[in-house]
């Protein structure tokens, strides 16, 4: 019978809730504690998932752990796995993304970080090198810190295409590679920058995007939730059309595809950047089944009302199984799970620290 681990990074540490068939969740402890955990993965490739923590120690600074063993146990190798080169004169401040390569590159993990750089591992997370293309970047030196900072918060390799990937980093936007990232291009044509002048609103780059979405079987489909905005592309990232006829506010962090339904994607939204809370202080996730032409609200089994809290970019993801598993985690310390595509949610945890990141797998 399939179980789900659901890794959990939170601002206090990171924790491991697992599931048995159709039973209830079990909790581990909390580990790594008293670090902020922005960014967790886990590498499905090998017999038993590999999992990483990009934590970072008030007192030892940031760092990328793994775990072999489901998360029991948490090692550190004995040097800066992500770290950039004396060159550069920049130190790392903190790791907001994890992402295993491709299946055609088994043992290939991405980081990404802030500042505003990526990194490539070749031996399945424990050694990092810079992917100098991005980081030297003409752009690079106008790329601003959007609120939570110079971030590299979404890594997107395509399913099928080693050489091909997309990022997104706040507030520059959607930057795309052809050539295995040698090279990249800015590829946001269509998204908007609503705090330029509005004869400058849809610039070049940028643009603070929130999050990306796709579907492996749907790549040249994504879905971005912006900084204001919400939005589809057709055409891997040539091109941008808003879709949010039917939503309550186009404010936002996270964005989520299914994982079998490629014009199903789902989204929290908040009021404002100056109002982080839930429209009419309902927790609600909404989602759309026909890649953005109509939104519905999902509320069953979700607070109704007086709610307060937040999705984070990291905050919402699914296990990958069929039928999937769909999960977020909030600035209060909950995580939620749907096995119905939203239709209805259970309460897994609640008052954990403050939740950055989750991932979901199914094993066994």
């Keep these: 019978m399939t179980d789900v681990v659901l890794l959990i ?12 068939g159709h039973g209830g969740w079990q909790m581990d402890p909390l580990q790594l504690v008293m670090s902020e955990v922005y960014g967790v993965g ?79 591992s070749t031996d399945g997370g424990l050694t990092f090198g810079l992917v100098e293309g991005l980081f030297q970047h003409p752009h690079r030196t106008e790329w601003a810190p959007g609120g939570g900072g110079a971030c590299l918060h979404t890594i997107m390799p395509h399913p099928t295409d080693p050489r091909r990937m997309l990022v997104a980093l706040s507030a520059g936007g959607v930057y795309r590679t052809t050539d295995g990232g040698s090279s990249w291009e800015p590829a946001n044509r269509g998204i908007q920058a609503y705090w330029m002048p509005e004869d400058q609103r849809f610039p070049e780059f940028g643009q603070c995007v929130h999050k990306l ?28 059309v808003a879709i949010e006829s039917g939503l309550p506010s186009t404010f936002g962090f996270s964005i989520l595809v299914h994982p079998q339904e490629a014009e199903t994607a789902f989204i929290f939204p908040l009021r404002a950047d100056s109002d982080r809370m839930p429209p009419d202080r309902q927790c609600r996730i909404y989602r759309t089944r026909d890649a ?7 509320g069953a089994g979700l607070p109704d009302s007086g709610y307060h809290s937040a999705v984070l970019r990291d905050g919402m993801c699914t296990d990958g199984g069929d039928p999937a598993g769909i999960y977020f985690g909030t600035r209060n310390g909950e995580v939620f799970a749907s096995g119905d595509s939203g239709d209805s949610w259970q309460l897994v945890v609640d008052h954990l620290p403050d939740v950055l990141s989750i991932r979901a797998a199914t094993v066994g």
């Excluded at 990074?9 to 048995?20: D, E, P, S």
């Excluded at 990328?64 to 770290?83: C, K, N, Q």
């Excluded at 953005?292 to 999902?298: I, N, R, S, T, V």
């Design 9 to 20: 990074g939170t601002r206090k540490g990171v924790v491991l809730a697992t599931r048995q």
């Design 42 to 120: 886990i590498d499905q490739r090998r017999a038993v998932p590999r999992l990483f923590a990009g934590a970072t120690s008030p007192h030892w600074g940031p760092s990328l752990f793994h775990s072999d063993d489901l998360g029991r146990t948490w090692s550190e190798p004995d040097h800066a796995p992500v770290a950039f080169p004396e060159g550069t004169k920049t130190s790392l401040v903190r790791i907001w993304q994890i992402q295993p390569g491709s299946t055609a590159e088994p043992d290939v993990v991405y980081v990404g970080a802030e500042p505003h750089a990526l990194f490539r």
């Design 213 to 240: 979405g796709s579907h492996p079987s749907a790549p040249n489909r994504l879905f971005a939730q912006n900084h204001f905005g919400v939005y589809r592309s057709d055409d891997y990232a040539e091109s941008w």
């Design 292 to 298: 953005g032409a109509h939104w519905e609200p999902l």
